[in-house]
């Protein structure tokens, strides 16, 4: 008789069965009542929705009973489950590997086709919505299958295990992995929404502007997730892998960083198109590349062909993902291809001096960008694959592509927000420029009577300045028409974006380029300096319990405050884990580790102190680019009527 704890293996694969039953007549009904207009069958669309929506959510709730009841007779749970994971990163632990990571891609991808099919449900005899219900049916019956079979988080496991290993002592170190992870796939999987839209729009031959004011929140929010998750990920990696640094160009990092690239690429893009009928192919493309990106991007951070610190799963579900990645492209090229006459714009750019010459030119440099990125990503498994040999590009590859690339997009920041639609005069731009360039200079000024060196983050604090003013600029001209209501809306929510996205290129100029560190070994009561700041080991302290011992050392900063970077041992797998412990400021952060061994009996310690400018500006940022998003997602005020071939339109609109 099975117990209680013992139903969480057949419950949960009846769901999965349960729910691919559904997304696989979802995707019929869909199909063949678009097909032949049969609105009884697309009145069934919500309730198939529904059922796999409630089968996935039955079995990740089976899954979370499992780990929390310890179920070891279940593989997944022997693989990451233990008797001494506190309850907390026990419930995270669900999705510290592929089969309950996938899991949960599975559950909230059946949320969102649940949502888009009760919101559309009155027009859910619109063919492009139909056929747009139909691709969400069969991305969900794609994983479907990949839980019921290659990546399945519920099958037996070998008999007599009583307990497991826990998660991986990296995931069961700080409370970001709580809210990392799954705000990264509500990013990642909230690109299917736009993308299902697309292919909806190409199928019915409806490649206008009307598919994308459909989808435009979606896409918005679903970057906004994807911006937000990438920056609690470098938070987490800061916190946590005791480096100090933020961004390593770390293969799995760059799985998120490279459709994060084309999403924004088609964030400013969109934008042409609504107001011009411009850049239809490019629009199309983006989200096409962005969604096979987020596949791909899994393929590579959980099937196992890279080492990385972040990638913590191996599997033989990358030929699956592969051929979902290889199907998805094809089918999209093909009716990109199809629907080729439809996609002429009605318009052209009139000058490059104009906002939609700055929106292609954006789109060029993040879409190069993204392609570099993946290239030196996936070049080393070419290489290995067909060569044999292991092949590593590093991280100044990365850095000498990004430094020009993020000068250049800060360029376009300057001057983009001050051009008008279809051309500029030199009047025009000299009058709306006066302010921005006045404050790259006092930038620069400031930057150099606080002993700034070196020409690429001068270049940066300059271009930051003056990117800040124009930014600054249309939000007092938009509050002094409107009050505060002036920065709600796309237009000037985006620059609030925009102001977050200038505090982090600064804030990694500033830190990257003038960190300062120093190994000190300092002796109990002895105080050492470095830096114009002083350190002083004051003591030791140890806690154990059943799944770590954690030695701290007790280190007095500037005569004030104690803080305690620390070395544990997770008994489970003999792994040594440092924990960083950061003093943080707006100007600086001190940030400190302890080098192995550290013993209760010693009276010294070696310590490593890295002294980092302005990281804290860093979240600031991250933060300040989430609450830009919130405004841009909401209506702003409607511009008066204005002519249409009038350069000079409203610049708050």
């Known amino acids: 008789m099975l117990s209680v704890s013992g139903l969480a293996g057949p419950l949960g694969r009846a769901a999965l069965l349960v729910g691919l039953i559904g997304a696989f007549f979802g995707m019929f009904a869909a199909a063949v009542g678009t097909r032949q207009q049969d609105e009884k069958v697309l009145k069934l669309v919500p309730r198939f929705a529904t059922l796999s929506c409630v089968a996935a959510f039955l079995a990740f709730v089976?899954?979370?009973?499992?780990?929390?009841?310890?179920?070891?007779?279940?593989?997944?749970?022997?693989?990451?489950?233990?008797?001494?994971?506190?309850?907390?990163?026990?419930?995270?632990?669900?999705?510290?590997?592929?089969?309950?990571?996938?899991?949960?891609?599975?559950?909230?991808?059946?949320?969102?086709?649940?949502?888009?099919?009760?919101?559309?449900?009155?027009?859910?005899?619109?063919?492009?919505?139909?056929?747009?219900?139909?691709?969400?049916?069969?991305?969900?019956?794609?994983?479907?299958?990949?839980?019921?079979?290659?990546?399945?988080?519920?099958g037996a496991g070998a008999p007599g295990v009583f307990d497991g290993p826990g998660p991986n002592p990296l995931l069961q170190n700080h409370i970001l992995v709580v809210f990392h992870p799954p705000i990264l796939y509500l990013g990642y999987v909230g690109m299917t929404v736009p993308f299902a839209f697309a292919i909806g729009a190409l199928i019915t031959g409806r490649v206008g502007e009307g598919w994308l004011i459909e989808t435009r929140r979606w896409a918005l929010f679903s970057w906004g997730l994807l911006t937000f998750g990438i920056i609690l990920g470098s938070w987490w990696s800061y916190e946590v892998l005791g480096w100090s640094g933020v961004w390593a160009w770390d293969p799995v990092e760059n799985a998120s960083f490279?459709?994060?690239?084309?999403?924004?690429?088609?964030?400013?893009?969109?934008?042409?198109?609504?107001?011009?009928?411009?850049?239809?192919?490019?629009?199309?493309?983006?989200?096409?590349?962005?969604?096979?990106?987020?596949?791909?991007?899994?393929?590579?951070?959980?099937?196992?062909?890279?080492?990385?610190?972040?990638?913590?799963?191996?599997?033989?579900?990358?030929?699956?993902?592969?051929?979902?990645?290889?199907?998805?492209?094809?089918?999209?090229?093909?009716?990109?291809?199809?629907?080729?006459?439809?996609?002429h714009a009605p318009g052209t750019i009139d000058s490059p001096l104009s906002r939609e010459g700055a929106f292609l030119a954006n789109n060029v440099i993040f879409s190069v960008f993204a392609f570099v990125v993946l290239l030196g990503t996936v070049f080393p498994l070419v290489v290995e694959a067909?060569?044999?040999?292991?092949?590593?590009?590093?991280?100044?590859?990365?850095?000498?592509?990004?430094?020009?690339?993020?000068?250049?997009?800060?360029?376009?920041?300057c001057i983009a927000p001050v051009l008008p639609w279809r051309k500029a005069s030199s009047e025009l731009l000299s009058e709306r420029l006066f302010w921005p360039a006045w404050c790259g200079i006092a930038a620069l000024v400031f930057s150099l009577l606080v002993g700034a060196t070196g020409f690429a983050p001068l270049l940066t604090f300059t271009l930051g300045g003056f990117a800040g003013g124009a930014a600054l600029r249309q939000l007092v001209l938009a509050t002094r028409r409107q009050g505060l209501r002036g920065l709600v809306g796309r237009a000037n929510g985006g620059m609030v974006v925009h102001i977050g996205v200038i505090l982090i290129a600064v804030a990694l100029a500033a830190s990257n380029s003038y960190t300062r560190s120093q190994e000190l070994s300092l002796k109990q009561g002895v105080v050492a300096q470095f830096a114009g700041h002083t350190f002083e080991l004051t003591g030791f302290t140890e806690m154990s319990d059943a799944r770590r011992t954690s030695i701290s050392a007790v280190i007095r900063v500037d005569g004030g405050k104690s803080y305690a970077p620390a070395i544990s041992k997770f008994k489970s797998m003999g792994t040594n884990i440092g924990t960083p412990s950061v003093k943080s400021s707006l100007t600086k952060d001190i940030y400190l580790t302890v080098e192995p061994p550290l013993k209760m009996s010693s009276k010294s310690a070696k310590i490593k102190v890295f002294i980092k400018p302005m990281v804290m500006w860093l979240w600031i940022g991250g933060f300040l680019m989430g609450f830009g998003t919130l405004l841009s997602a909401f209506p702003g005020r409607r511009r008066r009527p204005t002519d249409p071939t009038s350069a000079r339109v409203p610049e708050y609109s």
Not at 387 to 412: I, M, Y
């Open 386 to 413: 067909i060569q044999n040999r292991q092949l590593v590009v590093g991280e100044p590859f990365f850095d000498k592509l990004a430094v020009p690339t993020g000068l250049t997009l800060l360029f376009l920041m």
């Open 258 to 343: 490279i459709p994060w690239l084309t999403a924004t690429a088609y964030i400013h893009s969109v934008l042409v198109q609504e107001r011009r009928g411009m850049l239809r192919v490019w629009n199309l493309s983006l989200l096409v590349s962005t969604f096979s990106l987020t596949i791909l991007g899994t393929f590579l951070t959980r099937s196992g062909v890279l080492n990385s610190v972040h990638a913590f799963s191996d599997s033989n579900i990358g030929p699956y993902l592969l051929s979902f990645f290889a199907i998805i492209v094809v089918v999209s090229v093909v009716l990109i291809g199809w629907r080729g006459d439809k996609l």
């Open 62 to 154: 089976a899954m979370e009973w499992a780990m929390i009841t310890r179920d070891f007779s279940l593989a997944y749970i022997q693989k990451v489950g233990s008797r001494s994971t506190p309850a907390l990163y026990n419930f995270t632990a669900v999705w510290s590997a592929l089969e309950g990571s996938i899991l949960l891609w599975l559950l909230v991808l059946t949320c969102l086709t649940l949502a888009i099919a009760y919101k559309y449900r009155a027009r859910i005899n619109d063919p492009m919505v139909g056929w747009a219900m139909a691709t969400m049916f069969f991305v969900g019956i794609f994983f479907f299958i990949l839980t019921l079979g290659p990546a399945n988080p519920f």
